[in-house]
């Protein structure tokens, strides 16, 4: 067990309920999404303190959808959030829904209105809000307010059994018209809808609103700390107040804590934003590399546990605030530098030849596959007379700086030999088509000679033109140009996405990406960071930019 200084805020309230007398069997939580849409990186914030806390307390954490709403949910994003949830790690102990305690809620509902608490009110939902006035100012109560509980408890039915159309009547629970706290004046507990359910079908007509079903649907599960982000905060006194209507003394009493929920600079994570992004083909879908869905960060190419390592350092705060996406690189790149395999792959590509190299001869080259992992072995790759290597790695004449191949000047070329630029090959627009060169051949890397020792200022990536494969390269960058593009009320988010968050290249790789797996990570050396895309098939080879190679942020 970690020393007390270093708990978190929800760790504290565990330990302290725990010296309290809490049986640590007690424990259990719950990760509870709506399913409707996909989630998304500050979803995944949730997601870890949930089933953290459970791997923490060897306790059960379950997987409950709030499938409240049925115009909005739909099986495909059950789907998602599942595959999600596993791809981070983590496991449930059950996967449950609100919908599984739709005539529990009824029955309480019921019970409700039969002990005074609850009323049928007809009034439209706009003559409602407009009662309810505002913190500073006592709500107007509802004509239907006092209306005799047999009244409610037939209209209730009625409502469930689907005679009234939508909108025409709601159940409220009567609480306080003139609470400081808006949630409280008689919040809506039932609205009409007459809309199928991804589970339940046409069964109900009425649908439980999420503040009713939410804490119950706790309370059913005896989830011991239920926890959410800190625009909940004040649902809490609403939460605890519809718990006392149906506490009993043999159950475990839960208990709403919150927590800051994490924004990400340059990224939105709006649901009805990110759909926008999809609606109007600004991204591909829910799964465009870059988005901030879990499923866009897969298949960027990030890797759980550089999101788990993420929300770790971000820690468990009750105080909001922008966290710099370069803490979230950091992360990435640290763990892909651990497991991804080295290759070359030329993504600009200029034609090499190498002229005093014997024409017809081939060689298989060692090299590492990672050099921070001693157990990934090396692999081979050809080498021979004609060459790629990238257009900006070589200048005819060269400032002093300038490390890479020019006319006159030498490099190494990545596990083979030291080479001198000669001459050019222009075409008629005065575009360089071909680099000439020559070669030392007794300085192969490896060879032990002295001259394979000798030290050259400049090491460059090639790809060998006989073996190489064609490879689509997907650049991406921020999808948008400013750290908060939905800050600005008087501007549109879309006015600030960046134009150039995806260029498309078309290069040369190592015949080795032809066998990688879609997912599979990879570092194009001196490049960056990439992965094998869905979109490849067996003629077509596409690698998404996960994160460039370096960067100067320390976190």
């Known amino acids: 067990m970690e020393e007390k200084r270093s708990l978190n805020f929800i760790e504290q309230i565990i330990e302290d309920d725990l010296a309290s007398g809490l049986d640590a069997g007690a424990l259990r939580f ?29 306790a059960p954490v379950n997987l409950r959808f709030d499938d409240t709403n049925p115009e909005k949910e739909e099986q495909e994003y059950v789907d998602s959030i599942k595959k999600d949830v596993e791809w981070l790690g983590f496991r449930w102990a059950e996967e449950l829904y609100a919908s599984d305690y739709f005539q529990q809620l009824y029955d309480w509902a019921v019970r409700l209105i039969k002990e005074g608490k609850a009323y049928v009110d007809e009034q439209p939902s706009e003559v409602i809000t407009e009662q309810r006035k505002n913190p500073t100012e006592p709500g107007v109560e509802s004509p239907y307010r006092n209306r005799p509980i047999e009244e409610s408890l037939a209209l209730f039915q009625r409502m469930k059994d689907g005679e009234f159309e939508e909108g025409a009547m709601s159940l409220r629970a009567k609480i306080d018209m003139t609470s400081p706290n808006m949630n409280m004046r008689d919040p809506v507990m039932y609205r009409i809808l007459k809309r199928p359910h991804h589970r339940t079908g046409t069964e109900w007509k009425i649908y439980p609103m999420y503040d009713w079903a939410h804490g119950q649907s706790d309370y059913i599960e005896q989830i011991s700390h239920s926890l959410c982000s800190l625009e909940f905060e004040n649902h809490r006194p609403l939460y605890d107040w519809y718990l006392d209507q149906v506490y009993s003394e ?277 490049i960056g960071y990439f992965t094998k895309d869905r979109d490849s098939g067996a003629d077509r080879l596409v690698f998404n930019r996960t994160v460039t190679l370096k960067d100067s942020y320390k976190p």
């Not at 800051?260 to 600079?265: E, F, K, L, T």
């Not at 191949?405 to 990545?414: A, D, F, H, P, Y």
């Open 30 to 58: 719950r990760f509870p999404p709506e399913p409707n849409g996909y989630l998304h990186i500050g979803h995944t914030k949730a997601i870890c303190i949930n089933f953290g806390l459970g791997e923490r307390y060897n």
């Open 250 to 526: 043999d159950k475990i009493r839960n208990k709403q804590r919150e927590f800051a929920r994490m924004n990400v600079s340059y990224m939105i994570t709006s649901k009805r934003k990110l759909q926008r992004l999809v609606n109007e083909g600004i991204v591909t879908g829910w799964d465009d590399p870059r988005m901030p869905t879990v499923s866009g960060l897969r298949r960027k190419g990030y890797t759980p546990v550089s999101i788990r390592n993420f929300i770790d350092r971000v820690g468990v705060t009750k105080r909001e605030n922008l966290i710099d996406i370069q803490l979230l690189e950091f992360f990435v790149r640290e763990d892909l530098n651990k497991i991804a395999k080295r290759v070359m792959t030329v993504v600009n590509p200029v034609k090499l030849v190498i002229e005093n190299y014997p024409e017809g001869k081939e060689e298989w080259l060692e090299t590492e596959n990672n050099p921070e992992d001693p157990e990934a072995g090396t692999r081979s790759v050809p080498f021979g007379r004609e060459l790629w290597i990238e257009r900006e790695d070589f200048m005819e004449e060269a400032p002093k700086k300038f490390f890479r191949l020019s006319i006159g000047n030498e490099v190494r070329l990545k596990s083979a030999y030291i080479i001198k630029a000669e001459r050019v090959d222009k075409d008629e627009n005065g575009e360089i088509t071909t680099i000439y060169a020559t070669y030392d051949e007794r300085s192969k890397s490896g060879s032990g000679t002295e001259e394979s020792l000798r030290k050259v200022k400049g090491t460059l990536h090639w790809v060998s033109a006989k073996h190489a494969v064609p490879v689509e390269v997907r650049i991406y960058d921020r999808l948008f140009t400013v750290e908060q593009p939905d800050a600005e009320k008087e501007a549109d988010f879309l006015d600030f996405v960046n134009p150039d968050s995806l260029k498309v290249a078309h290069g040369y790789a190592e015949p080795a990406l032809g066998e990688v797996q879609i997912g599979e990570p990879l570092q194009f050396q001196r």
